[in-house]
Structure formats: structure tokens, C-alpha cells
């Protein structure tokens, strides 16, 4: 019962999120937008536009890759994603506050890593962007090696 309450809830805050973004944004609510928000909505997941394509096709077949470009360009003007700044990755994640991301060079899974503890020196205070990423293999990954 309580699950379920809370379930209505959530979807009500989506769709007034939703609402709220494409008044702001000046957008058409359409299915398809909503299904591209609601992927990144109040999470921190690392999507690729294959990844989009691959959870969407199921329910909704005629959303075109073309389409999935355009929508993933507007939100991202709109500053509600952002790309991960991983090098060698495409992937776009909900613009949450600054985060460093851990890549494992085994199965290619990005983690999100809190740098807010890091400090530079004094003399480049002046830097306007963050940009970290470790490299390394991840906890499951290294278990397997354990393992094998
Ligand atoms: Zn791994
Ligand atoms: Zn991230």
C-alpha cells in the first residue's frame, strides 16, 4: 500500500517536472521527449544514444535514432543533461552537480566518483571546469579476476 502511494507520487512529480521543463524550454510535450526525460529523470545513469535506443525500441518502435540526436541536443541546451567528460566515451548523464567518473577499462562501465574533497592549489582557483577520470578496474570486474 505504501509502495504503491508513493509510486503515484513519484509519477505525479515526473509529470509536473516534465510539464515545468517544456514550459520553461518552450517545447511540445511529446511521447517521445518524455520517454528520453523520464530515462535520465533524478538519476545519475550513463546512457549512450545505443543504450536509448535499445531500452526504448522495445515500447515505442518508431522512435528513430535522427529523433533520440535532436531531443538528447535540446536537453542538453537546456542544461538538464550534460555529456560525460570521459575520454573515448559518448554518453550523456543527467546534469547533476560536478562529479569525477571512474572507467573500467574491463567491461566499460563508468562509475560516478564525488570529488568535491579534492583541492587544487590556490594559484589556479581560477579554474572554471572540472574534468577528472580514473581509470582502473572496477569492484566486480576484479572479483571475477579473483575468481577465475
Ligand atoms: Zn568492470
Ligand atoms: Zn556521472
Excluded at 511540445?28 to 545513469?45: A, P, S
Excluded at 570521459?86 to 569525477?100: C, L, N
Amino acid at each position: 500500500m505504501l509502495m504503491l502511494d508513493a509510486m503515484k507520487i513519484g509519477e505525479k512529480t515526473f509529470e509536473a517536472s516534465f510539464e515545468a521543463f517544456c514550459q520553461k524550454a518552450g517545447f511540445r510535450r511529446t511521447i517521445q521527449r518524455r520517454i528520453v526525460y523520464g530515462l535520465f529523470y533524478g538519476g545519475c545513469k550513463h546512457l549512450s544514444v545505443e543504450d536509448i535506443m535499445a531500452i526504448i525500441s522495445k515500447k515505442n518502435p518508431g522512435l528513430r535514432e535522427e529523433s533520440v540526436y535532436r531531443i538528447l541536443g535540446d536537453l542538453e541546451r537546456e542544461g538538464y543533461i550534460r555529456k560525460v567528460e570521459v575520454p573515448g566515451i559518448r554518453k550523456y548523464e543527467y546534469a547533476s552537480e560536478r562529479h569525477g567518473h571512474f572507467l573500467c577499462s574491463k567491461c566499460g562501465k563508468i562509475w560516478d566518483v564525488d570529488i568535491s574533497s579534492v583541492s587544487i592549489p590556490e594559484v589556479l582557483a581560477g579554474a572554471s571546469d572540472v574534468n577528472v577520470t580514473f581509470n582502473g578496474i572496477c569492484p566486480s570486474c576484479a572479483q571475477k579476476k579473483r575468481k577465475a
